[in-house]
């Protein structure tokens, strides 16, 4: 096959050594026939990100979620994201002229928000949050499918998907969901269980068929802070929030010796 006009984007995060690895990596592409483009091109067969989950997040938010695959250099912290290493990257070229790898799919999620009379779309990987603005606690009426489950009091509650069911689910105490899976998971953020308030203390899992309904409650001028795949979004009074999975599918480079649970092993402990 001509590699001529075969355009592969690389974005790198604003740390060095990841600005010196997308050099050296346009390079070594270049020299393999590929063009790097300057900016992101919705034609490019692949979209590499050189730095850690986190600049991954936002290269996805930032493109919208393109189609197009991913692989990830890791020069971040934990990288679970990340498929290949800084001194791999003449292996990865090598496999991936010769087609020697697989396509990891994972879901994203959706939240409809409605506030006043506009209705917002916001779209993630990992998770969405909805929690208390400013410290104040947060009452949230929480219904899955047509049945009222809880008036949820605490600091707020996260939706997780399958992919971000290892990051701040995680470290709330939420259940690791193997991808190849298709549920979600509400997962309580310091929930308030007494004689006064009465919240679940669990992850909940949701099938994926019924939408997660978010009613706020509001005390005084409080208000409510949505946070998707650690990006913070504020809108004036919210009266519902509809969380779902949503259509858009993200797609991601695996070299041959991928296993989730080898990465979770490797990662986590
Ligand atoms: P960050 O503060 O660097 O993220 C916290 C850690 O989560 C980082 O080590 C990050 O990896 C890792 N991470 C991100 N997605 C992951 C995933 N799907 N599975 C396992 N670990 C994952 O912030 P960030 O890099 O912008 O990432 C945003 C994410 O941070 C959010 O989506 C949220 O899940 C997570 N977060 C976690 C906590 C917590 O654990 N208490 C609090 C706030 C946010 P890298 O080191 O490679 O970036
Ligand atoms: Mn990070």
């Known amino acids: 096959m001509s590699l001529e006009n075969r355009l592969i984007n690389v974005f790198a995060n604003e740390n060095a050594v990841s600005r010196e690895i ?4 346009k390079q070594k592409l270049e020299k393999s026939g590929f063009v790097v483009p300057r900016e992101f091109d919705p034609c490019s067969e692949l979209v590499i990100c050189v730095g850690g989950d986190g600049s991954f997040l936002h290269t996805l938010n930032r493109y919208d979620f393109p189609e197009i695959p991913f692989v990830g250099v890791n020069t971040g912290h934990l990288g679970f994201f990340q498929e290949i290493y800084p001194d791999q990257l003449d292996e990865f070229i090598f496999k991936y002229k010769k087609g020697d790898y697989s396509i990891q799919e994972f879901k994203t999620i959706g939240a409809y928000i409605s506030s006043g009379k506009e209705k917002t779309r916001l779209r993630g990987l990992n998770e969405i949050v909805i ?5 104040i606690t947060a009452h949230l009426n929480i219904s899955i499918g047509d049945s009222f489950v809880e008036r949820f009091s605490g600091d707020g509650i996260l939706v997780a998907t399958p992919a971000g069911s290892t990051a701040y689910n995680y470290a709330l105490g939420g259940c690791i969901v193997d991808p190849r899976l298709s549920l979600l998971q509400i997962t309580p953020i310091a929930p308030m269980n007494t004689t006064a308030y009465r919240s679940f203390t669990s992850s909940l899992i949701v099938p994926p068929e019924l939408s997660i309904n978010i009613f706020p409650e509001y005390t005084s001028e ?11 979004y504020r809108y004036q009074e919210i009266t ?5 999975f949503s259509k858009t599918r993200v797609k991601m480079i695996r070299l041959a010796n991928y296993d989730f649970w080898n990465k979770v092993k490797s990662k986590f402990l």
Do not use: A, Q
Request: a neutral charge; glycine letters at 8%; aromatic letters at 0%.
């Open 22 to 25: 997308k050099r050296l990596l």
């Open 131 to 135: 929690r208390g603005d400013k410290s």
């Open 222 to 232: 409080s208000t409510i802070l949505i946070i998707v795949d650690g990006m913070e």
């Open 240 to 244: 519902d929030i509809s969380i779902n």
